[in-house]
Every structure is written in C-alpha cells, then in structure tokens.
T-cell receptor, first 112, second 108 residues
Framework: DAAVTQKPRYLIKMKGQEAEMKCIPE?????VFWYQQKQSKELKFLIY????????QIDMVKERFSAVCPSSSLCSLGIRTCEAEDSALYLC??????????FGSGTRLTVL | GMPVEQNPPALSLYEGAESGLRCNFS?????VQWFQQNHRGRLITLFY???GTKENGRLKSTFNSKERYSTLHIKDAQLEDSGTYFC??????????FGTGTRLQVLP
C-alpha cells in the first residue's frame, strides 16, 4: 500500500483538553479524507480536502474540530475540547481524484 | 446522507468455503473500493472499480452502478481472510462514504 503517515499512533487526553493529530498524505495526492472509527464499526466520514481546500465536512467537525491541510505534505485534525465520545480511531486517507484511497495506520485517541 | 449498507453484517466460513458479500447504495456512484480491516485495525486495499468486474487470486469484485450494488466474492477461504470487510463508494462529487461492514470469521 502507499505511504500515508499518521502521527501520533496513540493519544491520551483528559476531558476538556485539546487534541491534535497529523497526517502526511502520499506524495502527489490531491484529495485528503479523515474518518472516525469506533470499536471496529463503520468508518464515519469527517471531512474532505481537495487541493488543500475543505470541500465537505460534517456538522460535528464544523462545531468542535479544526482541520487544515495547508500544504500537500502535512494535514492536521484537531479537537478543541475533547469529550468522552471522541475516543476512537482517526484514519486519514489520500488519493488522486477518482482513484484508490490509501490509508494511514490511524491515531487511536482515548479521552479519559 | 448517502447510506451504504452491507450484507450480511457477520459471516462465518470454514476454510476452503466460499461466499459473497454485498454492498448496496441508494444513488448512482462513480466508483467503489473494497477493503479488509485486519485485527490490528489496518485497512488493506483489495479493489477499486469504476465499472465491471475485477479478479485477484481468490477474490472477485463486481460493481453495478445502475443497479446500485457491488459484490465481493471470496473463494477457498483461508484463516488470514478473517477480518471486517468494508466497501467505500465514491460519489460524483468525489466524496467517499463507507459501508456498515461485514465481519468475516474463517474457521479451521
């Protein structure tokens, strides 16, 4: 699989703290997606960037998250104030348009 | 939203058996991708299809955009095939939405 890098691998935060996760997309990929997965269930779409611009995001992201892709080499997803239900695996993926999505290994966030 | 339903939700197969997984979606889509998620959580790409059928070893996938479904067929199941299989459909807006998943257990 292609190399999408996510850091950190594990993140532990207290309720109310801020969290930040980083993603380095595969070189040359113009689309970046973030997904949230709880307990190995379905992947929930969070936000989609095309050429560093956010094109679509769910309400939860608009309200409590901060996501940017300032360059094609580094994107980040942040949670302003962590809540218990934010505990999940956060997966970043990238692709060229209309092609295969490649995933990173994810950041597993635990909110205590 | 764009609900993407997968059937069955869970499946058990004995080694050597075969079965099909199905992915249904509510509107026409540009493409579909199938993944296997292993016990460590890693997503492994299996196929991307914009139309028709693709085959790779013991796996075969079809995509019928008009009828709004895709299938993944596994033959001669092996223990390492165990995991959760997700389809992900790509809308014409390029947004990608995942299905609900099928948890497969291959038994010796």
């Amino acid at each position: 699989d292609a190399a999408v890098t996510q850091k950190p691998r594990y993140l532990i935060k207290m309720k109310g703290q801020e969290a930040e996760m980083k993603c380095i997309p595969e070189k040359g990929h113009t689309a970046v997606f973030w997904y949230q997965q709880k307990q190995s269930k379905e992947l929930k779409f969070l936000i989609y960037f095309q050429n560093q611009q956010p094109l679509d995001q769910i309400d939860m992201v608009k309200e409590r998250f901060s996501a940017v892709c300032p360059s094609s080499s580094l994107c980040s997803l942040g949670i302003r104030t962590c809540e218990a239900e934010d505990s999940a695996l956060y997966l970043c993926s990238s692709s060229q348009s209309s092609e295969t999505l490649y995933f990173g290994s994810g950041t597993r966030l635990t909110v205590l | 939203g764009m609900p993407v339903e997968q059937n069955p939700p869970a499946l058990s197969l004995y080694e050597g058996a075969e079965s099909g997984l199905r992915c249904n979606f509510s509107t026409t889509m540009k493409g579909v991708q199938w993944f296997q998620q292993n016990h460590r959580g890693r997503l492994i790409t299996l196929f991307y299809l914009a139309q028709g059928t693709k085959e790779n070893g013991r796996l075969k996938s079809t995509f019928n955009s008009k009828e709004r479904y895709s299938t993944l067929h596994i033959k001669d199941a092996q223990l390492e095939d165990s995991g959760t299989y997700f389809c992900a459909v790509e809308a014409h807006t390029n947004k990608v939405v995942f299905g609900t998943g099928t948890r497969l257990q291959v038994l010796p």
